[in-house]
Nanobody, 121 residues
Framework: QVQLVESGGGSVQAGGSLRLSCVAS????????LGWFRQAPGKEREFVAG????????DYADSVKGRFTISRDSTKTTVYLQMNSLKPEDTAVYYC??????????????WGQGTQVTVSS
C-alpha cells in the first residue's frame, strides 16, 4: 500500500511558476514509478508526467513538454513537478500517483488526494 500526500498548489498568474511536491509513504519507494495527473472542471483526468523508479526515464504529455519537469528524491521519498510558463489551461486539480512497477507508464495503482492549481490570465 502506498499513501501519497501532495502540496504546493495555489494561484499564479500566467507565465508564472509553481512546484508541486508529493510525499510517498512506502517502504518500496525505490521500486515505484511515480507520476502526475490533472483534472480540469468538466474534463477527464489526464496524464501529465511520469518518472521511473531510478529517475532516469521520464515521460510527458505533449501539452507540458518543455514547461514542466518531474523529478524525485529518494532520501525524502518525494516526487516533484516543477511547472514553468504556466497557462490558464493548466488550471486543474493535480494528483500524484504511484504504481507497483519501476517502469514509466500512464497507468497507476495509487493516488493522492489532489492539490488545486489555478492560473489566471
Amino acid at each position: 500500500q502506498v499513501q501519497l500526500v501532495e502540496s504546493g498548489g495555489g494561484s499564479v498568474q500566467a507565465g508564472g511558476s509553481l512546484r508541486l511536491s508529493c510525499v510517498a509513504s512506502t517502504r518500496a519507494f525505490n521500486r515505484n514509478a511515480l507520476g502526475w495527473f490533472r483534472q480540469a472542471p468538466g474534463k477527464e483526468r489526464e496524464f501529465v508526467a511520469g518518472i521511473s523508479s531510478s529517475g532516469i526515464t521520464t515521460d510527458y504529455a505533449d501539452s507540458v513538454k518543455g514547461r514542466f519537469t518531474i523529478s524525485r528524491d529518494s532520501t525524502k521519498t518525494t516526487v516533484y513537478l516543477q511547472m514553468n510558463s504556466l497557462k490558464p489551461e493548466d488550471t486543474a486539480v493535480y494528483y500524484c500517483a504511484a504504481r507497483n512497477s519501476p517502469y514509466v507508464s500512464r497507468e497507476y495503482d495509487f493516488w493522492g488526494q489532489g492539490t488545486q492549481v489555478t492560473v489566471s490570465s
